[in-house]
């Protein structure tokens, strides 16, 4: 099968793979659909595909790195950022450190470096994992905000530590104080390539919007390079392109604030990014499938070469680190929780969250290894600079693939009924959200006034002008009483609010169905459909 029809057969896996998560009867996590059907693809291959480490690198982790800066939550981010740090960087360390010496003393055939690389690439966390497995159920806010921010750091941290134990495979040396101050250079430089080449295209869109007007698409596309462009200019001055991804989009996050873009680009690009990140997700995990056969089929080769001449041995090895990756984390999330709840003790106001062993052990299931793993593992040289194959280099990718499925279908068994009777607390939320409504509202009314002041209504019939003004007025009033109201009031103003919206959805539902049955019937050309569709469409998302 020929490159072009591999790839689109993976793509439409990733379909596929969708549609069959909806259509099964009992919940299986994507990512194990998506593995499958790319062992089915492998089956119908000559050979597995050919990867180019670096060209994988670069096409696949850039993105994805800057999606989980651009989209993780700035305020729970600095909230809880002593609990986060601990698991992104004090975590990373200890499961590099401890893990790499256990799985070198499991398996003599890997080597120290690659042992460690082995460690280094599945210490990283996949909260997009989680929260597939946990969509049925409902999670803790916080819990959820500190899994996101850990992995947005642990994905940077863990493929550094990664690269240094990539290179003294490579190498065959390590220094300490040399790794801390290459680590010190690759991270100052990176963040700042990440963050300064982020703002500068960021500021210079701005003001050419500002003067000549926005297009979407190419706002669209402009975000979809930025990342590429702070990985490609880091790693040419020497720093860390993966941090530097990260760190853009970090700064993507804060420049979204100012409101610059158009709600219409905001719209379509949000759509674009979902796209990229379903298709770059799925595409891994079908292209781990269509790997797997053929790494299986080494890595018993290397099992054997060890002295073990049952392949059963490479369950054993996947059992056994899981368990050391489940209870280092049970054990470090422990430690982190007390220390935070003494810390805070000692400050007034703060909060740490709470340390039940129920919680604990959700947030020891919770780390769940997926894409970063995947595409790190996958980057692991070939060859060494001799000429000779990167050592248990297939072993350590099965070990790696084992370590993803068997950390996706140990939380898509116990997380939901760890979970299951876990208080939600929501009042806090909600009060936020019914503040900001209540100013956005006055915000609204103050404005139409102006508006209405200043005489820029319709010349001809001001009457109408003034009707339509008070209509709007009146809802936002409405929207004000039913934040301010408590009681049965102020229940009955937000049923009402709600039973108006499911109508006027139902509305613009029935007005979409009428606008494609005329089209098909060819009572209006299609430019115009697609205008009126487009319009119902952008009503229908403000209503949702």
């Known amino acids: 099968m020929a490159t072009l029809e591999i790839v689109l057969a993976m793509l439409g896996s990733v379909v596929v793979s969708g549609l069959l998560m909806r259509a099964l009867p009992i919940a299986i996590p994507l990512p194990l659909l ?25 096409l ?5 790195l800057f999606l989980d800066g651009w989209r993780v939550p700035n305020e729970g981010l600095l909230r809880d950022r002593g609990m986060i740090l601990a698991l992104a960087l ?29 460690a280094a690439i599945i210490s990283p966390t996949d909260p997009v994992a989680v929260s597939a497995i946990t969509n049925r159920t409902a ?7 500190v899994l996101e921010g850990e992995s947005l750091l642990n994905d940077a941290s863990g493929l550094v530590c990664f690269r240094f134990a990539v290179t003294a495979a490579m190498t065959g040396t390590f220094s300490l104080s040399a790794a801390a101050l290459s680590f010190v250079h690759l991270a100052v430089a990176g963040v700042v390539v990440g963050v300064a080449l982020t703002f500068g295209i960021l500021w210079l869109k701005n003001q050419l919007s500002r003067r000549f007007g926005e297009e979407s698409g190419s706002q669209v596309l402009l975000s979809l390079l930025i990342p590429f462009a702070a990985y490609m200019v880091a790693e040419q001055i020497g720093g860390s392109g993966i941090l530097a991804a990260v760190a853009a989009g970090i700064t993507m996050s804060y420049m979204e604030l100012t409101g610059a873009a158009l709600g219409h680009t905001r719209m379509q690009r949000a759509a674009v990014w979902d796209t990229v990140q379903f298709a770059l997700n799925g595409v891994m995990f079908v292209l781990l499938g269509e790997q797997l056969p053929s790494i299986l089929r080494s890595s018993v080769h290397v099992v054997r070469e060890a002295g073990h001449h049952d392949p059963l041995w490479l369950i054993i090895y996947i059992l056994a680190i899981n368990a050391g990756l489940i209870a280092l984390r049970f054990v470090w999330v422990w430690v982190s929780l007390r220390v935070g709840q003494l810390l805070a003790d000692t400050k007034p106001g703060a909060t740490a969250p709470r340390s039940s062993a129920r919680r604990i052990a959700a947030m020891s299931l919770a780390g769940v290894r997926g894409t970063i793993t995947m595409a790190g593992v996958l980057t692991l040289p070939l060859l060494l600079p001799g000429g000779a194959p990167f050592p248990a280099r297939d072993l350590t990718i099965f070990l790696a693939s084992g370590t993803i499925i068997l950390s996706l279908l140990t939380a898509n068994v116990f997380l939901p009924r760890l979970l299951r009777g876990i208080e939600i607390h929501e009042t806090r939320r909600i009060k936020t959200l019914d503040h900001i409504r209540v100013i956005a509202a006055e915000a609204a009314i103050k404005a139409i006034q102006q508006q209405l002041e200043s005489g820029l209504g319709d010349p001809q019939d001001p009457d109408l002008h003034a009707e339509a003004v008070a209509r709007v007025i009146e809802i936002y009033r409405r929207r004000i009483d039913g934040s301010s109201d408590t009681g049965e009031t102020a229940v009955r103003l937000r049923r009402s609010d709600e039973i108006e919206r499911q109508l006027r959805l139902t509305g613009l539902r029935a007005e979409r169905d009428t606008v494609f049955a005329m089209a098909r019937a060819q009572q209006m050309s299609d430019e115009v459909s697609r205008h009126l569709v487009r319009e119902i469409d952008l009503m229908e998302e403000r209503l949702s």
């Open 34 to 58: 998506q593995i499958g059907l790319g062992a089915l693809i492998a089956t119908f291959t000559a050979g597995a595909v050919k990867l180019d480490p670096a060209i994988f690198f670069l």
């Open 60 to 64: 696949f982790l850039p993105p994805l």
């Open 139 to 145: 999670f803790p806010p916080r819990m959820q905000h």
């Open 90 to 118: 004090g975590l990373v360390v200890c499961t590099v450190l401890g893990m790499g010496l256990f799985i070198h003393w499991m398996i003599p055939a890997m080597t120290m470096p690659a042992s460690f690389a082995l």
